[in-house]
């Protein structure tokens, strides 16, 4: 690893005194470089490239294991621990995590039972959606965004963005999920307690379609934690290192991430490493 930093460093200082600071001799020095190049160099110079192009096609959100998913898919050979070394000696680190939640003070009118409680797997499409909203800033103020998420492949399949949070915001993003997969027989919907979704026009909203309805407790962000988990992503890897001049410069990022990024080609751990409409693809097939 030194000789590598002196080769890279050796047209920014003189030679001479990156050896005298990292401590190695130049005869070292020069006899490495003058080495005829290992097998396992090269292959590790196509790995660097490799994971390179995956970390920078992510926007520089992939860890380690969804970067050696793609990596292996582009048919090089290599463990994770290999992947793990190399992103470390080439500086490219995943942004940690970040969580938020908007604060609701509205008035409840319906508060349903947690019928899905905490069971957070589904044997089918359109068989449990679940449904939130997070906020994002601007320079104008805040965009609020409605998602549904279905738990069978992890896809939003519904949204909405507006600048007021109110009935009108999440039940704009239902009705998009019902106009995208279509009315489903036994569908569950979870939330929670928030105000717009205990409205009597979201309530009512439901019952047309069909829809069964499930809140999370008071207070415990657990009962909905695969959603808290989209926005989380949502928020690291796009929003929460973003200054957005305008709504609806904000409202196109957002729209950017979920419909280009997250749901064909973001690789989620839950579902094999697989993007939700790849998942949905395959599981369509089998």
Known sequence: MRFAFIAKHRHIWPVSWLCDVLDVSRSSFHACLNRPTSAREVHDAKLVAAIETSFK??????GARRVWRDVLE??????????????????????P?????????????????NILNRDFQAERPNQKWLA???????????LYAAVVLDLFSRRVVGWSMKAERDAS???????????RRGKADALLHHSDQGSQYTSEQFQRLLAD????????????????????????????????????????????????????FYNPHRRHSKLGY??????EARAMLA
């Open 57 to 62: 096609a992510s926007d520089r959100t992939y």
């Open 74 to 95: 582009e048919g090089l050979a290599c463990g994770l621990h290999r992947i793990e070394r190399l992103m470390r000696s080439n500086a490219l680190r995943a942004r």
């Open 97 to 113: 995590r970040r969580r938020g939640k908007p604060k609701d003070d509205g008035e409840r009118s319906v508060i349903a039972d």
């Open 132 to 142: 939130d909203f997070t906020y994002v800033w601007t320079a104008e103020g805040w």
């Open 169 to 179: 915001l999440v039940m704009d993003a239902l009705m998009m999920a019902v106009w």
């Open 209 to 260: 379609n069909g829809i069964t309805c499930s809140m999370s407790r008071a207070g415990n962000v657990w009962d909905n934690s695969a959603m808290e988990s989209f926005f989380s992503s949502l928020k690291t890897e796009r929003a929460a290192r973003k200054v957005y001049r305008t709504r609806d410069e904000a409202r196109a990022d957002v729209f950017d991430y979920i419909e280009r």
């Open 274 to 279: 697989l993007s939700p409409i790849e998942f």
